[in-house]
């Protein structure tokens, strides 16, 4: 794959806008590495991040550091992809469904309340839920199996602790 033009689709808020400022490090068939910073001005004092979002697998994982450069947790987003080769686009779509991984090794499964929300109105049909539910599981899957560390290496090569 051509290094793409990245873009993120919502569906709560409704949006798909233009990743301008994310730098992509890696990108192949199966993955893509990139570094970023927060899009919106963030209360927990939220700078910046990186993510390798596993294209084939269906989710994302993302090293979220405070401002000052200390990790505040891996955040997992569940998502699908857009590939429009023609106009070298590539767009993650955010299914809604997120895990956070905290420093202490806590795992949290948040907003499968916004995934039901989302289904209720017909913001996303049956397949995308079920796509979101069977990633979620597989990711959840993996990091009760062996732990995040295959899962962060991408990152970590760039960006080690």
Known sequence: MNTPILYRKRFIPNECIQLKDD???????????TKWSFLHERCDDLSRGYSCCYLNRGFRISKFLRADGSLK????DILTY?????????IMVDLLADVVIYPDSRIKVV?????????EKRLIDETLLKKSLLSLSKLLDEIYSKGIDD??????KYFPE
């Open 151 to 156: 899962l962060i290496a991408p990152i970590e």
């Open 82 to 90: 857009e590939h429009i080769p023609s106009e070298n686009k590539l």
């Open 73 to 76: 947790c891996w955040y997992c």
């Open 111 to 119: 907003d499968l309340d916004e995934l039901s929300d989302a289904f």
């Open 23 to 33: 730098i992509i490090l890696e990108c192949d068939e199966d993955h893509l590495v």
